[in-house]
């Protein structure tokens, strides 16, 4: 079991940067693949990006690619996501979740999840 906390959004302009973080509890942090979704009003929640266990593996969304940056420190039992050249269109609710050992991109495949931090660009 793991609990999971987002924080780090806010209101940016356009063409900023956010760095968002997801502090998990327990003591099997490293044993745990962590993947970022986000969910805009009316639309289905997305993938965004993800990090296996050790993070030397990592995903991203076309969407998002060379601009969202995954990363993950385990001794802080703690994942980022380093967002750069937001866009309007990255407006959503950004979730952190966890699996075991290795990162997917699907959200049904996710155990456990954050409550969530909301992200708000202006154009």
């Known amino acids: 079991q793991v609990q999971l906390v987002e924080s780090g959004g806010g209101l940016v302009q356009a063409g900023g940067s956010l760095r968002l973080s997801c502090a998990a509890s327990?003591?099997?942090?490293?044993?745990?693949?962590m993947g970022w979704f986000r969910q805009a009003p009316g639309k289905e929640r997305e993938f965004v990006g993800a990090?296996?266990?050790?993070?030397?593996?990592?995903y991203s969304a076309d969407s998002v690619k060379g601009r969202f940056t995954v990363s993950r420190d385990n001794a802080l039992n703690t994942v980022y996501l380093q967002m750069n050249s937001l866009k309007a269109e990255d407006t959503a609710v950004y979730y952190c979740?966890?699996?075991?050992?290795?990162?997917?991109?699907?959200?049904?495949?996710?155990?456990?999840w954050g409550q969530g931090t909301q992200v708000t660009v202006s154009s």
């Open positions: 979740a966890a699996r075991s050992y290795v990162a997917r991109t699907t959200r049904e495949e996710y155990d456990y």
């Open positions: 327990g003591r099997t942090f490293s044993s745990y693949a």
């Open positions: 990090i296996n266990w050790s993070g030397n593996i990592t």
